[in-house]
């Protein structure tokens, strides 16, 4: 199912040779399928078929106009962290900005002001201090701000720490035992009309227990705040379904069709609109980063190929260790097994996409591909080293579109005074 393919000894995204993508663009390049994240977005709406739903992708995953654009067009509504990514949305899907909910534990005055004039569909509140300040502004515009409270459910979710959310201990949402009380708070403040409730417990989660579990934990506190009048119509599951980065084998249909039947079987016999915000599952898969091999060296025992791309265009193997498979563009079957770090310009001993990885050897001048790359790949990218964004290109129906060019030395510096 992977768009990434060899059509005989060359990689192929959806149809298009990604050597001549290389030569046109230059390198480091992100290629993204634009047919894979269609068919991510149909295997989800299909899961839950039947479901009153709305799918609001995570814009933080990848955040490129030129994907939330058709990802607007298929339908789909926004989750949104910040002011900048409700511009995003704003800018390339005006016509979705009605299915957008801003999730975030900061939100600020400004930001709080835009989405309520830009009228969206929710606000996750993380905390009661958001609250008090979303009514105050809300009332100050004449505005009604909907409210889900995004609730902690003390869910334990096996995943990598930095990105596990939905236990007591970390600093998102309201702890879901405090929330009838803070509800009932909500349901009095003028400008304020609770409409949902909302739940995220994490990142890169594989199984299907703990999304269900937490979502059993909302939909008792839905049906508690019923009884206390208060009618809310959204149960938002939040984002986070993994995926396999590795080599074994995984079937994204049959796995969402997994995830849909928990939800579904928490949710059964209760009226709710299902709000998802899944993130990586819709762009991770669909996407590699391209880069071209400068030199090799011998260091003591180590080998290290040194990339033109580097942790500043991809820092999950920095951040998290994570492992993205690395793969020639350009397969040569007289090569060679070699073990070797496959490392990045940048000066920091972190900048590395792999350690001791055994590959067939690569050479100076090589192109490889960093598979599964789509997702928290260019969103978290910074200038590190005075370092351009790469480009990324798009492959739609056969044909390449090029949604970001690569930055110019003068585009770093247009902020700076001096
Ligand atoms: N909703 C909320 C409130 C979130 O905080 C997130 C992700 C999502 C949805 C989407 O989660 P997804 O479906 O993509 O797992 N940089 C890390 C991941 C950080 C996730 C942050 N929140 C990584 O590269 O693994």
Not at 284 to 299: D, E, M, P
Request: proline share 4%; net charge negative.
């Amino acid at each position: 199912p992977r768009p990434f393919v060899y059509d005989g000894d060359r990689l192929v995204c959806s149809g298009v040779d990604v050597a001549a993508l290389a030569d046109e663009f230059g390198t480091p390049l992100y290629v993204y399928s634009a047919d894979a994240v269609r068919e991510r977005v149909a295997m989800i709406a299909n899961g839950f078929a039947g479901v009153d739903h709305t799918i609001c992708y995570a814009v933080k995953a990848n955040s490129a106009l030129g994907l939330l654009k058709r990802l607007g067009a298929l339908g789909c509504g926004f989750d949104i962290v910040s002011g900048g990514e409700l511009e995003r949305v704003r800018r390339a899907a005006p016509e979705a900005v009605s299915r957008v909910v801003f999730s975030g534990v900061g939100k600020q005055a400004w930001e709080m002001d835009a989405a309520l004039e830009a009228g969206i569909l929710q606000f996750n509140v993380e905390s009661e201090a958001e609250l008090e300040l979303l009514a105050e502004r809300a009332q100050a515009l004449g505005k009604t701000a909907r409210v889900a409270l995004r609730v902690n459910p003390d869910v334990f979710a096996e995943t990598h720490p930095y990105i596990s959310t939905g236990m007591s201990e970390h600093k998102f949402g309201i702890a879901i035992a405090r929330a009838r009380q803070v509800y009932a708070r909500a349901a009095q403040l003028e400008g304020i009309e609770p409409t949902g409730v909302s739940v995220h417990i994490g990142s890169q989660i594989r199984s299907v227990e703990p999304f269900a579990a937490a979502l059993q934990r909302v939909r008792e506190l839905v049906e508690e705040l019923r009884k206390d009048g208060i009618n809310l119509r959204n149960v938002d599951a939040g984002g986070g379904f993994g995926i396999e980065y590795g080599t074994a084998a995984f079937d994204p249909a049959a796995s969402v069709q997994q995830y849909a039947k928990a939800l579904r079987s928490v949710l059964e016999g209760f009226d709710a609109h299902l709000l998802l915000e899944p993130g990586r599952f819709i762009i991770a898969q669909a996407g590699a980063l391209v880069t071209r091999v400068l030199y090799t060296k011998q260091n003591g025992a180590k080998r290290f190929v040194i990339a033109d791309a580097a942790m500043n265009d991809l820092i999950r193997p920095a951040l998290y260790k994570a492992h993205h498979e690395i793969v020639p563009v350009l397969l040569d079957a007289s090569r060679p097994a070699s073990k070797a770090d496959i490392v990045g310009p940048v000066c920091e001993s972190g900048d590395f996409f792999a350690q001791d990885r055994e590959t067939a050897e690569l050479r100076s001048g090589d192109l490889v591909a960093l598979l599964d790359a789509g997702a928290y790949g260019m969103s978290l990218a910074s200038h590190y080293n005075t370092r351009v964004h790469p480009a990324e290109v798009l492959i739609e129906d056969g044909k390449t579109v090029l949604i970001r060019r690569r930055e110019t030395l003068d585009d770093l510096f247009v902020a700076e005074l001096y």
